[in-house]
C-alpha cells in the first residue's frame, strides 16, 4: 500500500510563493504519473500539473508560466514538489497530490493541503 504526505500549503498574499511537497511511501512499480490537482468550494477537482517518471511535464493553461512541478527520490522515497508563484486569489484550493500508474493497475491521492491567497 502506497501512502501520500503532503505539506507546504498555507495563507500567502497575493502575488507570493508557496512550495508543496508530496512524498509517496511503500512500493511504487510501473511507469507512473505524480501530479498535482485542486479543488476549490462548489468546483470539481481539476488538474493544475502533472510529471511522468521520465520527466515530462504538462501543466494546466491558469498556471503556466507561475508553477513549476518536478520530482525527485528523496530518502527513498518518490517526492513530487510544486513551486507557485505570482499567487492570485483565484488559485485558493485544496491542492491533492496524486500517483498514477501509466496501465491503471494504480491510482493513489493524498488527504489535500489548503492554500489560501488573499488580496
Known amino acids: 500500500q502506497v501512502q501520500l504526505v503532503e505539506s507546504g500549503g498555507g495563507l500567502v498574499q497575493y502575488g507570493g510563493s508557496l512550495r508543496l511537497s508530496c512524498a509517496a511511501s511503500?512500493?511504487?512499480?510501473?511507469?507512473?504519473?505524480m501530479g498535482w490537482y485542486r479543488q476549490s468550494p462548489g468546483k470539481q477537482r481539476e488538474l493544475v500539473a502533472v510529471i511522468t517518471s521520465g520527466g515530462s511535464t504538462n501543466y494546466a493553461d491558469s498556471v503556466k508560466g507561475r508553477f513549476t512541478i518536478s520530482r525527485s527520490k528523496d530518502n527513498g522515497k518518490d517526492t513530487v514538489y510544486l513551486q507557485m508563484n505570482s499567487l492570485k486569489p483565484e488559485d485558493t484550493a485544496v491542492y491533492y497530490c496524486?500517483?498514477?500508474?501509466?496501465?491503471?493497475?494504480?491510482?493513489?491521492w493524498g488527504q489535500g493541503t489548503q492554500v489560501t491567497v488573499s488580496s
Open positions: 496524486n500517483l498514477a500508474e501509466a496501465l491503471g493497475r494504480y491510482d493513489y
Open positions: 511503500g512500493t511504487i512499480f510501473g511507469i507512473n504519473v
